[in-house]
């Protein structure tokens, strides 16, 4: 006897379990919750310097500048 005899001798019984399976599913897919806007945590990088009696314009062109073209090299999504 293989699994699919029972199936095959009982196609009354595979019907309404075939619908009981359907119906089932349908009812979970109804329920699972869905969300326009999800919560997603965005990658940050957050950096401080300091660099004491510094002008704008030298912070501009030594540090931030710099730092900038680095940070634009990593990659958006690194999994």
Partial sequence: MTIS????????MTLLLTITVILFGVIAYRQLPVNDL???DYPV????VA???ASPQTMANTIATPLERQFMQIPAWSW
């Fill in 45 to 48: 990088i957050s950096v401080t």
């Fill in 51 to 53: 660099y004491p009696g």
């Fill in 38 to 40: 999800p919560a997603v």
């Fill in 5 to 12: 005899e029972p199936f095959v001798r009982r196609p009354v």
